[in-house]
């Protein structure tokens, strides 16, 4: 099922975090507790900083955030930097 073909058709908080976590569950996968913690802020209307180590689910806890934007009918945007923001190794860098 895709994540769209998820999307419930009652947009409250309740319905949004029940259908996302039946979809990640369908991913198999399992929401981490800081992920949970931050849907459930997320869909309780609360701004959210995630400070949590490369590879912790960052990304996962952002398609929360568009999903709950897409079943309220709303638009929503996601950006990355193209480059990383962590310092290269010294030597590793190309003139260009």
């Known amino acids: 099922m895709s994540l769209v073909d ?7 908080a309740d319905s949004i975090y ?17 992920q949970e913690e931050a849907v459930i802020e997320l869909l309780s209307d609360n701004n959210v900083v995630l400070g949590t180590p490369t590879g912790s689910g960052k990304s996962l806890v952002a398609v929360a955030a568009h999903f ?6 709303r638009t929503t945007y996601y950006t990355a930097p193209i480059r990383s923001m962590s310092p290269s190794p010294p030597g590793s860098r190309t003139k260009g």
């Open 18 to 34: 029940a259908a996302f976590s039946a979809w990640v569950s369908d991913q198999g996968l399992t929401l981490y507790p800081h």
């Open 68 to 73: 709950a934007a897409l079943a309220e009918g």
């Open 6 to 12: 998820a999307l419930p058709t009652d947009p409250s």
